[in-house]
C-alpha cells in the first residue's frame, strides 16, 4: 500500500509518528526502554526514586529531590550545590533511609590547607532539606571555635577535647541531634562559636577525639516516598 493511497486522517496519523519517532533524542528511547533498572555507582546502587544524573540530563527514573552525581565512582546527593554535597554511603530502602557523610567538612582539618585548619564553621543542618530530615538515631557532635582557652575546670565539666588545629579549637559530644539545628542553650561556652555535626557512632557510643572517623562514617537520612501524584516527574 502506497501513502497516496491511504485516507487523508490516516495518512497524517503516519506522517505524525514518523516524524516524533525520527525527532524524539535516542538517549530517551534507551531510558525508557531500560525501565529504570539500577544502577552503580561505587559500591553504591541506585534504584528508585533515585536517579544517577549527568549534569542537567534528564533522567526519568530520578524523582525530584532523588537526583544522585556520580563523581569518580563516588555518588553524591545532587540536590545540593556541586562540590559540597554529602557523600551517599548507601542507602536502605526497605525502611526509606540512607547513610550518608558530610565528607567536605573533612576538608577543614587540614594542616595544610589553603584556608588553614579550622573547625566546621556551618552547621550540616543547611545542607539537608526535603524530601530529607535527619534520623533520631543521629547524635551531635559539637564543634567549639573559642577566642581564648577555656578554664581547665569548663574543659572538664563539659568533656572537651582539643582538635588537631589546636588554636583553642575543641570538640565535645551531645545528645540526639536537633532536627532543627538550632544548637541548644546547654552547648554554649562563652567566647566559642559553636557548630553542630550529626554523626552515628557505633552502637550509640560517641568518643569526641574520635571526630574524624565520626564524620566519616557518617549519619542517617530519611526519606519521604514520593507522592503518587508526582510519580511521573522526572528531574532535570
Avoid at 496519523?13 to 525527532?23: D, L, N, R, Y
Avoid at 554554649?188 to 557510643?205: D, E, F, I, R, W
Avoid at 565520626?214 to 549519619?219: A, K, R, Y
Avoid at 537520612?221 to 503518587?228: F, I, M
Amino acid at each position: 500500500m502506497f501513502p497516496w493511497r491511504l485516507g487523508p486522517c490516516l495518512f497524517v496519523s503516519v506522517v505524525v509518528v514518523v516524524i516524533v519517532a525520527s525527532t524524539m533524542p535516542a538517549r530517551m528511547l534507551v531510558a525508557a526502554a531500560a525501565a529504570c533498572e539500577p544502577e552503580r555507582c561505587g559500591n553504591v546502587t541506585v534504584s528508585a526514586p533515585f536517579g544517577v544524573v549527568s549534569g542537567y540530563e534528564e533522567n526519568q527514573c530520578a524523582q525530584f529531590g532523588f537526583q544522585v552525581h556520580c563523581t569518580d565512582g563516588v555518588p553524591y546527593l545532587g540536590y545540593y550545590e556541586r562540590g559540597f554535597g554529602v557523600q551517599i554511603l548507601n542507602i536502605f530502602y526497605n525502611n526509606d533511609s540512607l547513610l550518608v557523610s558530610d565528607v567536605h567538612k573533612l576538608g577543614d582539618f587540614n594542616l595544610t590547607g589553603e584556608g588553614g585548619c579550622h573547625v566546621p564553621k556551618a552547621n550540616t543542618a543547611s545542607k539537608i532539606g526535603p524530601p530529607f530530615s535527619m534520623s533520631g538515631l543521629n547524635r551531635n557532635l559539637i564543634f567549639y571555635n573559642c577566642a581564648g582557652a577555656p578554664s581547665p575546670e569548663t574543659v572538664r565539666r563539659a568533656g572537651l577535647a582539643a582538635t588537631v588545629c589546636r588554636n583553642n579549637t575543641f570538640v565535645r559530644t551531645g545528645g540526639r541531634y536537633n532536627a532543627t539545628g538550632v544548637i541548644a542553650g546547654s552547648y554554649h561556652l562563652p567566647g566559642c562559636n559553636v557548630t553542630a555535626v550529626p554523626v552515628l557512632g557505633a552502637a550509640g557510643k560517641v568518643n569526641a577525639s574520635d571526630y574524624i572517623e565520626l564524620i566519616s562514617d557518617g549519619f542517617i537520612l530519611t526519606w519521604r516516598p514520593p507522592s503518587a501524584a508526582g510519580s511521573g516527574e522526572f528531574s532535570r
